[in-house]
């Protein structure tokens, strides 16, 4: 086993980490973590408030932990409504997360903040599955200084 398959990612014991939160190591995707990087427009907006949007028990916003998978701002003719809806994709970092609705809610709401955006759409989801090499730099910063070794 090597030290990058080592499963060692305990929060150091002052620390107040979610205990339900696996910080072990894993693959991540090529194309994660998504950061919005190139983005434009109302997604560059979307992007810009979900930086502020931070997990309820780490001071790491939820871009940052990794968590969010995609945005996209599409018409809402689709479905059957007026103006341009955002589209968010997400996950979380443990299947159970108590926190969940909250997160949920704290996104979509980040999401309303773009200009041309009149309603949004948060979707969970848990493929690919969240691991702590999703994180970004940034956000490993902040995990450490928070007090867990990542």
Same mark, same amino acid.
């Given at each position: ?5 080592? &499963? ?14 696996? %910080? ?21 907006? *979307? ?15 939820? &871009?940052?932990?990794?968590? *969010? %998978? ?6 809402? =003719?689709?479905?059957? /409504?007026?103006?341009?809806? /955002?589209?968010?994709?997400? !996950? ?20 309303? !903040? ?5 309603? =949004? ?10 691991? &702590? ?18």
């Amino acid at each position: 086993m090597s030290a990058d398959d080592e &499963v060692g990612f305990e929060p150091a014991p002052d620390s107040e980490a979610c205990a339900y939160t696996d %910080y072990a190591r894993g693959d991540a995707p090529e194309e994660y973590p998504k950061t919005g990087e190139g983005a434009t427009g109302a997604e560059r907006e *979307i992007w810009d408030a979900l930086y502020e949007v931070e997990d309820p028990e780490m001071p790491v916003s939820v &871009v940052d932990l990794g968590l *969010i %998978y995609g945005v996209r701002v599409e018409d809402a =003719a689709a479905a059957g /409504a007026d103006g341009k809806r /955002a589209v968010v994709e997400m !996950t979380l970092t443990y299947t159970g997360c108590p926190a969940r609705e909250m997160l949920l809610n704290d996104v979509r709401c980040a999401a309303m !903040t773009a200009g041309d955006v009149d309603d =949004a759409d948060v979707r969970l989801r848990y493929s690919p599955p969240w691991n &702590v090499n999703m994180v970004t730099e940034r956000g490993r910063e902040r995990l450490r200084d928070f007090g867990l070794s990542v």
